[in-house]
T-cell receptor, first 114, second 113 residues
Framework: NAGVTQTPKFRVLKTGQSMTLLCAQD?????MYWYRQDPGMGLRLIHY???????AKGEVPDGYNVSRLKKQNFLLGLESAAPSQTSVYFC?????????????FGPGTRLTVL | AQSVTQLGSHVSVSEGALVLLRCNYS??????LFWYVQYPNQGLQLLLK??????LVKGINGFEAEFKKSETSFHLTKPSAHMSDAAEYFC???????????FGAGTRLFVKA
């Protein structure tokens, strides 16, 4: 099993450009998440999904959109990138349910917006 | 709303010394609590989790944590630090019935030879 994979690993954008980050999991997990990690701020939830075709806003959703057309994939889009979106982005998945649900993380995407 | 506070953004110990990373949580309902570890340039991975089955939880690599409801704490310990323990550690909380997990700001552990 590959677990959770993220594409690309690195990206540099200019202000105003758009891009899509792809997350894929092969564990048949129901829930998927997108986080951003910034120094001293831990992980902040951008959007999440509790099943195919469903998405919901997290803590910091502004400037991002997501889609979950297939159970195994969760896409994060930046329509018009801003320097404030320079960060490391992590995708995670979990089996789902409302118990002590362990999250499995991808290796991250380092995004720089100039 | 639940929250997590990790005391100390950086902790430095000598190899062989006790590791103690502090975590306090706030939750109006019984929580699920987690410790995750992040090695350089990698994603997070689970160290251990509290599910109410036992207050002392043992995890991987010799780490353990104790849930203390009266102190709203879930501190992480390891009796003897190893150089390979150098990483960033995140405490996290999820409430029963919740969909989201809230992460603390993280504590970076340095291990000196």
């Amino acid at each position: 099993n590959a677990g959770v994979t993220q594409t690309p690993k690195f990206r540099v954008l200019k202000t105003g450009q758009s891009m899509t980050l792809l997350c894929a999991q092969d564990m048949n997990h129901e829930y998927m998440y997108w986080y951003r990690q910034d120094p001293g701020m831990g992980l902040r939830l951008i959007h999440y999904s509790v099943g195919e075709g469903t998405t919901a806003k997290g803590e910091v959703p502004d400037g991002y959109n997501v889609s979950r057309l297939k159970k195994q994939n969760f896409l994060l889009g930046l329509e018009s990138a801003a320097p404030s979106q320079t960060s490391v982005y992590f995708c995670a998945s979990s089996p789902g349910g409302q118990g002590a649900d362990t999250q499995y993380f991808g290796p991250g995407t380092r995004l720089t917006v100039l | 709303a639940q929250s997590v506070t990790q005391l100390g953004s950086h902790v430095s110990v000598s190899e062989g010394a006790l590791v103690l990373l502090r975590c306090n949580y706030s939750s109006s309902v019984p929580p699920y609590l987690f410790w995750y570890v992040q090695y350089p340039n990698q994603g997070l991975q689970l160290l251990l989790k509290y599910t109410s089955a036992a207050t002392l939880v043992k995890g991987i690599n010799g780490f353990e944590a104790e849930f203390k409801k009266s102190e709203t704490s879930f501190h992480l310990t390891k009796p003897s630090a190893h150089m390979s323990d150098a990483a960033e550690y995140f405490c996290a909380v999820r409430t029963t019935g919740g969909f989201k997990t809230i992460f603390g700001a993280g504590t970076r552990l340095f291990v000196k030879a």
